[in-house]
């Protein structure tokens, strides 16, 4: 098995340096590490000649979103498995060898997901994260249907079969902030995920808070296009069809986030949040509270909106802006 792992970098200078330090500091060395330097305009291009021999540099022919980055990063990457890290998170030491013995014990995974430790911005631990809620290794459909509600896993703690990545396409380049979520769909169609539950990475928050407000409207439309698009062409790729869960899903999560964003959102600053949520509202058939949220209502959750707030800012914290 030979295991790659790429750092798609945009402009993220000041933890680059840290970031590649903690890949070349493995229990278990990493096959490769490569880092795409995505055009930045920062310290980036300074911080890699400190690396240089050490790691290898490419760079894509133009700008390109974050999911393009993370493809052509990938397209560079020459192992059987592949893994990235963005520019500003931290791979702990064990990161290779958890992944290969994770792997080794299930020869048709196709996905590994494992924990990892939440980060503040000057790097002190926030929190360390688990997925209690997934089996060590899972077969489909159960892959795709227990994330009909967000991700199971983090793009800090991940690794994929290649020839996976080429099978679906690669990252769903439709989508520029979730496009990890959409992976963990279309690669848990075609064969087993592993869980590792040692920590492997700490992914970093906190620091940009201000740009992923600004891009709310953008993660809502693109989480219709998950249940819209991405979902059913999983199910699809799985020999599901198309089943009636996923609207259930997509209804529920609708005003789920609906309830969130109208708490969150005064009414001056839904202008965006409206044109982005609409063609979700019309899909689910929820013209009528988004009316009254386009009135500039604040929704009140009944029982099963309790999670709402929490589970739209959890998604909201995993959003980059590497590569945009």
Same mark, same amino acid.
């Given at each position: ?11 993220? &200078? @000041? *933890?680059?340096?840290?970031? $590649?330090?903690?890949?070349?500091? /493995?229990? +278990? ?5 490569? %880092? ?103 077969a489909p ?10 991700p199971k &896993? @983090? *793009?800090?703690?991940?690794? $994929?079969?290649?020839?996976?990545? /080429?099978? +679906? ?5 439709? %989508? ?73 899903a997509s ?74």
């Amino acid at each position: 098995m030979r295991l790659s792992i790429g750092v798609p970098a945009y402009n993220q &200078g @000041s *933890f680059l340096g840290e970031t $590649l330090e903690s890949l070349l500091q /493995q229990e +278990v060395p990493f096959d490769e590490i490569v %880092v795409s330097n995505n055009h930045s305009t920062d310290s980036t291009a300074e911080v890699l000649r400190e690396f240089e021999g050490r790691v290898r540099v490419v760079t894509p022919a133009r700008h390109l979103t974050m999911a393009g980055n993370w493809n052509f990063t990938i397209s560079q990457l020459t192992g059987d498995w592949i893994s990235l890290l963005s520019s500003d998170d931290l791979a702990l030491p064990n990161f290779a060898r958890s992944v290969r013995e994770t792997v080794e014990k299930t020869p048709d995974a196709v996905l590994l997901r494992a924990a990892w430790i939440d980060i503040d911005a000057v790097g002190a631990i926030v929190e360390e994260r688990h997925l209690i809620s997934v089996r060590k290794v899972t077969a489909p459909p159960r892959t795709i249907r227990e994330q009909r509600f967000g991700p199971k &896993g @983090s *793009f800090a703690a991940f690794s $994929l079969r290649r020839d996976i990545w /080429q099978q +679906v396409g690669g990252f769903p380049e439709e %989508v520029t902030l979730v496009g990890d979520w959409g992976m963990w769909l279309l690669a848990g169609a075609l064969g087993k995920i592993v869980y590792c539950d040692q920590p492997i990475a700490k992914y970093r928050g906190g620091h940009q808070s201000s740009v992923i407000r600004a891009r709310h409207h953008i993660q809502m439309r693109e989480m219709h296009i998950i249940y819209s698009e991405l979902m059913p062409r999983a199910t699809r790729l799985a020999g599901l069809g198309v089943p009636s869960w996923i609207g259930q899903a997509s209804r529920k999560q609708f005003r789920r986030c609906l309830v969130a964003v109208s708490n969150d959102f005064p009414s001056a600053e839904r202008g965006q949040l409206i044109e982005a949520m609409r063609p979700w509202a019309e899909s689910v058939g929820e013209q009528g509270l988004f009316s009254r949220f386009e009135r500039g209502e604040r929704l009140h959750a009944i029982d099963w909106f309790g999670l709402a707030r929490p589970l739209v800012r959890g998604l909201a914290s995993r959003l980059r802006s590497v590569g945009r």
